[in-house]
């Protein structure tokens, strides 16, 4: 049986059996109708989530406190008939640290705090409950939130078929949402870059990183040298990759830690500045309503974090004006003048977008351009040194492949097709090496 559905009803029973979460925490009726979205039972990769949509037999007809004290939560309000719960995924392999759902609960109650006067109702769903993934004693045990049902379809579902036009609308909502993550002043009580948690006294304070369960640290620069050092130390592990030793990889690599980083990130201007950072800021994270046009929900905050606000443009955007990257190779013209472009501003005329779809879509990235300058955000053309530290986060891609260290896809492949996967990564290794200069 696949490893998502094995325990299938018995996610089912901890949410809605005898006993089960929503009776005996929330009191709300046996015959509540509780239903999987997203869900594959034949999905080779293991879910971060299991996300639930419950339906009650009947709107609230009292507003539902059971919760409210926690941190971040309010009380389910009169009316409601319909409701999102998330389950943590234990075995997923792309987030594992014990704060995993403080984390998230902490980014959207700063999230919806920095969104809250620009956009009503709130684009960020309400949480009505939580626990976490780790008790206080710090044993595993099942992590959920129950929050708000937003409004809306995925907007990946839309955006593609819309005109050039409808595009622009769309971008200069998602700008403004981008705008009020970037400009809100964290607490006090976040002093690191990281991730978050709660305190004794329920304040919001620096955490471990969801995705690499370590940190937090002191500066932008510090988190980088953490992921690069555990990255290689993960490559120690694995069998194809035997730490990247052969042909003098290795050497290059750990001499660029220990002397390049520094250099690099005294180019980033304003390198202490701290931002939200959802990490995962794409269409199908972004709710649409079709009838009005208008942005309904950003949900999906597992990969959220307090990092450097370049760090958003290096993680997200896939749909819209693409990712920032790094070195994209000697072969990649077009990417390359797309990344100048960033940089440095769009060309006039701007070049032909191939009939296909493929390639570059222009006309896109200079709407996306056009709508982040026009709502006054930090972007890649004012954010100087970004470009150092986006070869910074590509040589960390390439340290650990997806495709030669992820368990799933690897029980997918040959050994050869693994073995030829790893031999053309190190080739990607060395390239950005050369380039900056190691």
Known sequence: MNHNHSNYQARLNFINGNHGLLQRTFGLPANTLVEPISYD??????????????????P?????????????????????????????????????????????????????????????????????????ATSKKGEPQQGWILQELMPGVPLDEK????ELEEKKEIFAQVAKVLKGLQDFPLPASITKFGGLTFDNE???????????????????EAAFEAQLKQ??????????????????????????????????????????????IHADFTPNNLLFDISSGRITGL????????????????????????KFGGWPGIEAREERALKEAKLHGFPDPLPDDQQDGEGVQWKVAKAWEDALQNEGCRRPMTISGIDIVANVDALLSSILPWRVTNS???????????????????????????????
């Open 202 to 220: 329920n304040n919001i304070i620096s955490a471990p990183m969801t995705t690499t369960s370590t940190g937090p640290w002191l500066s932008y």
């Open 159 to 162: 955006l593609d078929n819309m």
């Open 299 to 322: 949900i999906d905050y597992d990969f959220s974090c307090v990092l450097h606000p370049s760090h958003e443009f290096l993680c997200s955007f896939s749909g819209f004006g693409g």
């Open 60 to 132: 609230l007809d009292k507003e539902n406190g059971a919760c409210q004290n926690k941190p971040g939560c309010v009380a389910i309000p009169s009316g409601t008939s319909d409701l999102i719960l998330r389950l943590t995924n234990s075995d997923a392999t792309s987030i594992g640290a014990a704060n995993r759902v403080e984390n998230e609960v902490a980014m959207m109650t700063l999230a919806a705090a920095a969104l809250e006067p620009n956009f009503e109702p709130n684009v960020v769903p309400r949480l009505y409950g939580w626990a976490g």
């Open 41 to 58: 039972p034949e999905c080779p990769f293991k879910y971060n989530n299991f996300v639930y949509r419950v339906s009650l037999p009947a």
């Open 408 to 438: 799933d896809i690897l029980r997918r492949q040959t050994d050869q097709a693994i073995q030829n996967c790893r031999n053309e990564n190190e080739k990607v290794l060395i390239e950005i090496l050369e380039h900056i200069g190691f």
């Open 231 to 276: 990255a290689l130390k993960k490559t120690d592990e694995n069998s194809y990759i035997r730490g990247w030793h052969e042909n003098g990889v290795r050497d290059r690599l750990e001499a660029f830690i220990e002397r390049g980083l520094p250099e690099y990130f005294k180019q980033l201007e304003s390198h202490d500045d701290k931002a939200i």
